[in-house]
């Protein structure tokens, strides 16, 4: 009399328990696992550093395209300048158009521990502005302060939530560039 016979399901089962290459296949695929959710959390981790990099050199070139214009008490050429780089603000950052950038950018003076804006599209500067166009300006100081603004959309979202930043976040970068010193408060 023979052993009875196993279905054949639970054969291949068994089979697969006792064979190395299946242990290996498992490992494998938990690895494989973990190894694409740390590459997907390093590319957006890249792509936020880029695009921080890019609003960095821009808010620079910008404010220093502004602030060389005219050292003189005239502010029309500043004026006219920021009036005229406000409507062509899409060519700002193109590659990143589709995220829409914001660029705000502002005549500053300071006085008394104080800033006022005298042109400019920006009513007010958030505190962190403020507070760095402070640390670079003495007493009648005259600046420009460009700030860019993108908003990220993660590749990977789910991922992006757990090792970097939340999926829809707004990334901003600034420069306060003076432009003169000791002359009179705009």
Wanted: proline share 2%.
């Amino acid at each position: 009399m023979s052993a009875p016979r196993r279905p054949r399901g639970l054969a291949i089962i068994d089979r697969f328990r006792r064979s190395e290459r299946a242990s290996v296949a498992v490992e494998f695929a938990l690895l494989a696992t973990i190894l694409l959710l740390l590459f997907a959390g390093l590319v957006d981790f890249i792509q936020v550093s880029t695009i921080t990099r890019d609003i960095e050199r821009s808010s620079t070139q910008i404010g220093s395209l502004i602030a060389s214009c005219s050292r003189s008490s005239d502010q029309s050429c500043t004026t006219n300048t920021m009036n005229a780089y406000m409507a062509r603000q899409a060519n700002t950052l193109v590659r990143y158009s589709q995220n829409q950038p914001t660029v705000s950018m502002a005549q500053i003076s300071e006085s008394n521990n104080a800033i006022k804006i005298c042109a400019g599209n920006m009513t007010y500067l958030e505190s962190d502005v403020s507070a760095s166009a402070l640390a670079l300006m003495s007493d009648k100081d005259n600046a420009i302060v460009v700030v860019i603004q993108i908003k990220y959309v993660a590749l990977f979202p789910l991922i992006s939530r757990l090792f970097t930043i939340t999926s829809g976040t707004t990334l901003r970068g600034w420069t306060t560039t003076v432009h003169s010193s000791g002359s009179s408060v705009c």
